[in-house]
Every structure is written in structure tokens, then in C-alpha cells.
């Protein structure tokens, strides 16, 4: 996935334009009905139809804080804490305990402030589509036949695909405030779910083209302001290293040199100035050295300039993305061929007769960013032994119901009584199958936090076993729940990790960017190194 290029400065100038006014009305205030009812939706947000748009309001203004405004006060502890680390904020044992003292420090750092929310949400355009790829801004202008100028850089492409935003609504009869699918028209269903892929947020499981829509809509603010900070935690990282290699050229250049850089910017050298206070002139004059008018020889040695940035950060954005690719293809590489079938099967994806398992697996990657389609017999493989015998309780299979009521069954017996009794609800439809898909709707909403947290050790070996996966010699308990936890991510989401929140993915960008950052460094202390060598030769002759 290639994220987006956009550099600091237009980011700056968005903030500026927002930052400075305040609404004294909400953003839904204005938005159309069908909006509202969008918006609800897309949050889960239960509401009676039919209903009046007062009624819509109301409840849009009564969960609005909570989603759009302040959305951190409905994560739990452990993200809270993951948030406040990313900031460089270390909590204590006793706010660990006290999620209300947590909320109140994540409110301190986040992203930004109430009025500054609301006007975002009346300017939807000017950010909505700033986490697309260069392919998916080009797909749009093409399809709706918006000219760009060649070549098509992201910023024009960016310009134009704004510029045209509300026109292409209204041509499809649409509304643009809060849009609808409408303006997810060119994305095909891997391209939205390897967008929450990318920005670490999970799909919903099963899912649909119109869930995964609502899912990107849903977050694309909070993945918006995530994606500015880094390109300008980038930037500005950059440009402090770019200022150190600068450091250490000033300090390899010679009188001559130094003589020469204030010339030609214009830097007045007074009679008698002596070589350390020449460079003292030069650094006071950072504002040049780091521009365009830095000597041939230095610029040789900078390497990449802070102009390039925004191309660096979005290259350590798509080396994390590609991480979690290599991972998740290197964990499928050790499955069994059951588990490749059931994986292609949970996707309604055909696997043809006597495939061999090279074959399975080049269908599992190329499917990686493809969400599960409904439910299916393997859907209870992950369930707790207690879950299991309600299911098989409740199932209304007479067959089921004795497997439940087996005293000593182990939980390979009772998976195996429930996936039979969904095979057979499953061919028989009706309100049989209702009922299943009903239960299975509530009780992976439950499962989600603790999977594996109460199986034991044989339990999780043969889950295990199930993947073709090999138990390392001496593997604690805890050691293996991680290890099944893995592989259940993967079987479940692909590429993407349910755990894995927005904030992983900057921890994991900002890692690739601190090695480019590093990287220049060295550039730099090698190019200082033999300058001042070159100079040493040349006083020695």
C-alpha cells in the first residue's frame, strides 16, 4: 500500500486554516438526512425507521463527542497506555489502574482540540482524501474525467481530485459533507481492506463491501491526523540531523570555503574575522546552509535534502506495510493444507480440484487483504470450552445438545459436535441458520479480548497441530497463546492484526524512518571525514 506523499508544509497550512475559527454549531447541524443516518450507521449507532430528522439529530448529537470528537474515552487501558507511549508519555503503576486518570493525560496530547474537530468535520474534502494512494487518486480523477497535467505529481492530484469533490457528488446526485459510497466508487473491496490493513484498523469479520466502506469512512480522520503527525515527527527529525551533518561539514571547511558560502548568500564578513567566527557566522545563518543555495560539496555529502522528506517518510511507510506482508506470508508458509482450504473457504474464494499446497498458498497471498465473507464451520475453532457447550446447548441440534451434555468431552470433541451442527443448520437454512449466525454474531463480539486466555496447554498444542505448526522444545504457556494468538490473526484478518491499533503502525514507521535518518548520518560523517582528510594532505604538501 503506498500512503500518502503529501509534505509537511501543506499539512501546516490546512492546520492554520482550521485552527483559527470556531463553530459554534455542530458540523452535522448542516448535513443531510441520509447523512445523519450514514453517520449512525457507520458508528453503530442504533435508530428507529422511520424517523424525522430532528430525532436523527439528536441522537448524531447525543454520541458525537464519543466518536468524532474525543474518541479516546471509549478505548480501554492498554491502548490508552499505548497511545500516551507513542507520545513519549510514561504513565505510572497507579494511572495504569485508573482509566479515568488516563483519559484525562491522553486528552492533554491528543491530536487536536474540540473546535478544531468540528471544523474538520465541516471541511471534509480538504483531508478525506489524504491517506489515498497516488493509483487510487489517479483511478478517481480518470473515472470521473478530472484532467491532471502531466506529470501527475500527488500534490496536483491531490488539488484536482479536491477541486472536483463536491462537482462529482452532485453529478451522482449524491451528498458530500459526510459522503457515501459514491466516493468509494473506483476501490474494490482488497483495496478498502488492505487500507485498514495498512492503517492498522481490523475489518469487520464477516464483512461487506458496504462495512468495509463504513469502516474506512469511520476512521479516516483518526488515521488523517496519525499519518500528518508522523510526516511531520519525520520532518522535523530529519531536519535536526540534516543540521548536525551541516555541523560537521562547517567544521571541515576552510577559511576560502567559508568565505565563499557567505558571499554567495549574501552574508556580510566583517574586516579581520577570525575562522571560528566565521563559523559561528555560517551557523547563524542555518536558514541557507539547510536551502538550495548550499555549495556543490556539501550537497554531495547531505545526501537526501529535507525537500525530500515527505517522499522518505512515505518509503519507511511502505517498508512497515511490506513487514507485515513478509510476515504474514512467511506464517502461512508452515500451514497445513486444511488450514490454506479453510482460509480461502472463510472468503467464498474457489479452490480447484487437486490444487497442490504451493498452488493454496499463492491463492492465500494473493487473497491476503481479502475479509471473510460470512460465517463458517471454522469459525468455531477459536471459541473458549465454556462457549462451545453453550452454543451446542442453545443449538436446537438434538445431536448437539448430547455433545454438550458429555461429561469429560474434550473441546476437539465439542468444536467438532458444533461445526456439524452449523454444516447442518447451514443446508437447512431458514430460521434454523438465522439462529446460529445470530449466536455466533454475539459471541465472537465476546471471544474478541481473550482468546486462548483460558485453554490449556494440550488445548493450544493441538490447535497448533491443526496449522501444522511445531511447538518449540520448552515452550511456557504464555509462549504458545502468543503463538496460536499469531496464527489465529492470521487465519482471521490476513495481513492485518486486530490488536494491532494506528498507533503500532506510526511505532513501526517511525523505526524505518529513524534508519534512513541514521543512514544520512553516517552519509555525513563519512563526507566530513574525508574533507577534513583531504584538508590534512593538503597542509602536510
Given at each position: 500500500?503506498?500512503?500518502?506523499?503529501?509534505?509537511?508544509?501543506?499539512?501546516?497550512?490546512?492546520?492554520?486554516?482550521?485552527?483559527?475559527?470556531?463553530?459554534?454549531?455542530?458540523?452535522?447541524?448542516?448535513?443531510?438526512?441520509?447523512?445523519?443516518?450514514?453517520?449512525?450507521?457507520?458508528?453503530?449507532?442504533?435508530?428507529?425507521?422511520?424517523?424525522?430528522?430532528?430525532?436523527?439529530?439528536?441522537?448524531?448529537?447525543?454520541?458525537?463527542?464519543?466518536?468524532?470528537?474525543?474518541?479516546?474515552?471509549?478505548?480501554?487501558?492498554?491502548?490508552?497506555?499505548?497511545?500516551?507511549?507513542?507520545?513519549?508519555?510514561?504513565?505510572?503503576?497507579?494511572?495504569?489502574?485508573?482509566?479515568?486518570?488516563?483519559?484525562?493525560?491522553?486528552?492533554?496530547?491528543?491530536?487536536?482540540?474540540?473546535?478544531?474537530?468540528?471544523?474538520?468535520?465541516?471541511?471534509?474534502?480538504d483531508w478525506i482524501l489524504d491517506t489515498?494512494?497516488?493509483?487510487?487518486?489517479?483511478?478517481?480523477?480518470?473515472?470521473?474525467?478530472?484532467?491532471?497535467?502531466?506529470?501527475?505529481?500527488?500534490?496536483?492530484?491531490?488539488?484536482?481530485?479536491?477541486?472536483?469533490?463536491?462537482?462529482?457528488?452532485?453529478?451522482?446526485?449524491?451528498?458530500?459533507?459526510?459522503?457515501?459510497?459514491?466516493?468509494?466508487?473506483?476501490?474494490?473491496?482488497?483495496?478498502?481492506?488492505?487500507?485498514?490493513?495498512?492503517?492498522?484498523?481490523?475489518?469487520?469479520?464477516?464483512?461487506?463491501?458496504?462495512?468495509?466502506?463504513?469502516?474506512?469512512?469511520?476512521?479516516?480522520?483518526?488515521?488523517?491526523?496519525?499519518?500528518?503527525?508522523?510526516?511531520?515527527?519525520?520532518?522535523?527529525?530529519?531536519?535536526?540531523?540534516?543540521?548536525?551533518?551541516?555541523?560537521?561539514?562547517?567544521?571541515?571547511?576552510?577559511?576560502?570555503?567559508?568565505?565563499?558560502?557567505?558571499?554567495?548568500?549574501?552574508?556580510?564578513?566583517?574586516?579581520?574575522?577570525?575562522?571560528?567566527?566565521?563559523?559561528?557566522?555560517?551557523?547563524?545563518?542555518?536558514?541557507?546552509?539547510?536551502?538550495?543555495?548550499?555549495?556543490?560539496?556539501?550537497?554531495?555529502?547531505?545526501?537526501?535534502?529535507?525537500?525530500?522528506?515527505?517522499?522518505?517518510?512515505?518509503?519507511?511507510?511502505?517498508?512497515?506495510?511490506?513487514?507485515?506482508?513478509?510476515?504474514?506470508?512467511?506464517?502461512?508458509?508452515?500451514?497445513?493444507?486444511?488450514?490454506?482450504?479453510?482460509?480461502?473457504?472463510?472468503?467464498?474464494?474457489?479452490?480447484?480440484?487437486?490444487?497442490?499446497?504451493?498452488?493454496?498458498?499463492?491463492?492465500?497471498?494473493?487473497?491476503?487483504?481479502k475479509a471473510a465473507s460470512g460465517w463458517?464451520?471454522?469459525?468455531?475453532?477459536?471459541?473458549?470450552?465454556?462457549?462451545?457447550?453453550?452454543?451446542?446447548?442453545?443449538?436446537?441440534?438434538?445431536?448437539?445438545?448430547?455433545?454438550?451434555?458429555?461429561?469429560?468431552?474434550?473441546?476437539?470433541?465439542?468444536?467438532?459436535?458444533?461445526?456439524?451442527?452449523?454444516?447442518?443448520?447451514?443446508?437447512?437454512?431458514?430460521?434454523?441458520?438465522?439462529?446460529?449466525?445470530?449466536?455466533?454474531?454475539?459471541?465472537?463480539?465476546?471471544?474478541?479480548?481473550?482468546?486462548?486466555?483460558?485453554?490449556?496447554?494440550?488445548?493450544?498444542?493441538?490447535?497448533?497441530?491443526?496449522?501444522?505448526?511445531?511447538?518449540?522444545?520448552?515452550?511456557?504457556?504464555?509462549?504458545?497463546?502468543?503463538?496460536?494468538?499469531?496464527?489465529?490473526?492470521?487465519?482471521?484478518?490476513?495481513?492485518?492484526?486486530?490488536?494491532?491499533?494506528?498507533?503500532?503502525?506510526?511505532?513501526?514507521?517511525?523505526?524505518?524512518?529513524?534508519?534512513?535518518?541514521?543512514?544520512?548520518?553516517?552519509?555525513?560523517?563519512?563526507?566530513?571525514?574525508?574533507?577534513?582528510?583531504?584538508?590534512?594532505?593538503?597542509?602536510?604538501?
Amino acid at each position: 500500500m503506498r500512503i500518502l506523499k503529501a509534505l509537511l508544509p501543506l499539512a501546516l497550512v490546512a492546520d492554520a486554516a482550521i485552527g483559527s475559527s470556531w463553530f459554534s454549531n455542530a458540523a452535522y447541524n448542516k448535513w443531510h438526512e441520509t447523512e445523519l443516518e450514514r453517520w449512525l450507521s457507520d458508528h453503530d449507532v442504533p435508530y428507529p425507521t422511520p424517523s424525522d430528522r430532528k430525532d436523527l439529530e439528536k441522537l448524531v448529537e447525543k454520541n458525537w463527542d464519543t466518536y468524532a470528537v474525543t474518541p479516546y474515552k471509549t478505548w480501554d487501558a492498554a491502548k490508552l497506555n499505548e497511545y500516551l507511549k507513542q507520545k513519549g508519555i510514561e504513565t505510572k503503576q497507579a494511572a495504569e489502574a485508573n482509566k479515568d486518570s488516563l483519559v484525562a493525560q491522553v486528552q492533554n496530547y491528543w491530536y487536536e482540540s474540540e473546535d478544531k474537530a468540528q471544523s474538520a468535520w465541516s471541511n471534509v474534502k480538504d483531508w478525506i482524501l489524504d491517506t489515498w494512494t497516488d493509483s487510487q487518486l489517479k483511478a478517481f480523477c480518470d473515472h470521473h474525467g478530472i484532467p491532471v497535467p502531466q506529470p501527475r505529481k500527488r500534490d496536483t492530484l491531490l488539488a484536482k481530485a479536491r477541486g472536483a469533490y463536491e462537482t462529482v457528488a452532485q453529478k451522482a446526485g449524491e451528498t458530500a459533507a459526510y459522503p457515501g459510497d459514491w466516493l468509494y466508487e473506483t476501490w474494490s473491496e482488497s483495496d478498502l481492506k488492505e487500507w485498514l490493513d495498512s492503517h492498522g484498523y481490523p475489518a469487520p469479520q464477516p464483512t461487506s463491501r458496504d462495512k468495509l466502506i463504513a469502516a474506512v469512512r469511520r476512521n479516516s480522520r483518526l488515521a488523517y491526523l496519525t499519518l500528518q503527525e508522523q510526516v511531520a515527527s519525520s520532518s522535523e527529525t530529519a531536519h535536526k540531523a540534516y543540521a548536525t551533518l551541516t555541523d560537521k561539514l562547517i567544521d571541515t571547511w576552510g577559511e576560502s570555503q567559508l568565505k565563499e558560502f557567505c558571499d554567495k548568500n549574501g552574508i556580510g564578513v566583517p574586516q579581520g574575522t577570525k575562522l571560528n567566527q566565521l563559523r559561528a557566522l555560517v551557523r547563524k545563518h542555518r536558514a541557507e546552509i539547510l536551502g538550495d543555495t548550499v555549495t556543490a560539496s556539501a550537497a554531495s555529502a547531505f545526501g537526501a535534502a529535507t525537500s525530500n522528506i515527505g517522499s522518505n517518510a512515505a518509503k519507511a511507510t511502505d517498508a512497515a506495510v511490506q513487514t507485515a506482508q513478509d510476515a504474514f506470508n512467511k506464517a502461512i508458509n508452515a500451514w497445513s493444507e486444511t488450514r490454506l482450504k479453510a482460509y480461502l473457504d472463510a472468503r467464498g474464494i474457489p479452490v480447484p480440484q487437486a490444487s497442490k499446497v504451493d498452488e493454496l498458498r499463492a491463492l492465500v497471498r494473493k487473497h491476503s487483504h481479502k475479509a471473510a465473507s460470512g460465517w463458517s464451520a471454522w469459525t468455531y475453532d477459536d471459541f473458549t470450552y465454556d462457549n462451545l457447550k453453550s452454543y451446542l446447548a442453545s443449538s436446537g441440534n438434538a445431536a448437539a445438545e448430547k455433545a454438550s451434555e458429555k461429561a469429560g468431552a474434550t473441546r476437539e470433541e465439542l468444536v467438532e459436535a458444533a461445526q456439524s451442527a452449523y454444516a447442518s443448520a447451514s443446508s437447512a437454512g431458514g430460521s434454523s441458520y438465522a439462529s446460529v449466525t445470530s449466536y455466533l454474531s454475539q459471541a465472537t463480539d465476546n471471544v474478541k479480548a481473550s482468546t486462548f486466555d483460558s485453554w490449556s496447554e494440550s488445548e493450544l498444542k493441538s490447535y497448533l497441530d491443526s496449522y501444522g505448526i511445531p511447538v518449540p522444545q520448552g515452550s511456557t504457556l504464555n509462549e504458545l497463546r502468543a503463538l496460536a494468538r499469531r496464527q489465529w490473526t492470521y487465519f482471521k484478518y490476513g495481513t492485518s492484526t486486530p490488536t494491532q491499533t494506528v498507533f503500532a503502525v506510526l511505532g513501526e514507521n517511525v523505526k524505518s524512518g529513524w534508519n534512513w535518518i541514521m543512514e544520512q548520518l553516517s552519509i555525513g560523517a563519512g563526507a566530513a571525514q574525508k574533507q577534513a582528510q583531504k584538508q590534512k594532505v593538503h597542509k602536510e604538501l
